[in-house]
């Protein structure tokens, strides 16, 4: 079984940064394109990046474009999200899920994804 676990969340003030982890549990992560994805209180639950196996393929939201920073690191079984210039509108609680249909982090749509994480909470607020 999949299991993801996500840590780092946080309250931080505007302008500031925050590093998300994804951890796999019982499988190892080389062969997984991994995304991640958000929701805010009241609202649906929005893709924000994803990156591919090799690491070679990337995406992001624009709302999050050269903010946010994906990455991995396969021997650690982990991957990142590094999120900086964060403004109010980002907070949310922050998943991560492994693809398992469609093209290769293409569409960051919440129905080509699965073993969702419990999530980590960020606060962005003065």
């Known amino acids: 079984q999949l299991q993801l676990v996500e840590s780092g969340g946080g309250l931080v003030q505007p302008g500031g940064s925050l590093r998300l982890s994804c951890k796999a549990s019982?499988?190892?992560?080389?062969?997984?394109?991994i995304a991640w994805f958000r929701q805010a209180p009241g609202k649906e639950r929005e893709g924000v990046s994803c990156?591919?196996?090799?690491?070679?393929?990337?995406n992001y939201a624009d709302s999050v474009k050269g903010r946010f920073t994906i990455s991995r690191d396969n021997a650690k079984n982990t991957v990142y999200l590094q999120m900086n210039s964060l403004k109010p509108e980002d907070t949310a609680v922050y998943y991560c899920?492994?693809?398992?249909?469609?093209?290769?982090?293409?569409?960051?749509?919440?129905?080509?994804?699965?073993?969702w994480g419990q999530g980590t909470p960020v606060t962005v607020s003065s």
């Open positions: 990156i591919s196996s090799s690491g070679g393929s990337r």
């Open positions: 899920a492994v693809q398992h249909s469609g093209p290769v982090c293409v569409h960051l749509l919440d129905a080509f994804f699965g073993s």
């Open positions: 019982g499988f190892t992560l080389d062969y997984y394109h």
